[in-house]
Nanobody, 117 residues
Framework: QVQLVESGGGLVQAGDSLRLSCTASGRYTMGWFRQVPGKEREFVAG???????SFYAESVKDRFTISRDVYTNMYLQMKSLNAQDTAVYYC???????????????WGQGIQVTVSS
């Protein structure tokens, strides 16, 4: 079992950038999800264990970039943030290689990102 810990969240202004980090160790496919109160958790981005494959939700494509160090930490660089990006962001991991969008077994505690307009 892997322990996942997110960091880097906070309060920013619309248009700002923010970088989230997730500490991990091992050969895992990893992803970022987010959730706002009253809504289901939604997929944001996923990356293969080697970092060679990645996939994004349409709502963040071209603004967010997922990356990782092989066998360890994962990152989410977020640009041009807007109020709709406000959510609790979760780091997730799983042993299976694919798909990148769902089927995750392990979850972090979540970290708040708030974008003020």
């Amino acid at each position: 079992q892997v322990q996942l810990v997110e960091s880097g969240g906070g309060l920013v202004q619309a248009g700002d950038s923010l970088r989230l980090s997730c500490t991990a160790s091992g050969r895992y496919t990893m992803g970022w999800f987010r959730q706002v109160p009253g809504k289901e958790r939604e997929f944001v981005a996923g990356i293969s264990w080697s970092g060679s494959d990645s996939f994004y939700a349409e709502s963040v494509k071209d603004r967010f970039t997922i990356s990782r160090d092989v066998y360890t930490n994962m990152y989410l660089q977020m640009k041009s943030l807007n109020a709709q990006d406000t959510a609790v962001y979760y780091c997730a991991a799983k042993r299976a290689d694919f798909p990148l969008t769902h089927g995750y077994d392990y979850w972090g505690q979540g970290i708040q990102v708030t974008v003020s307009s």
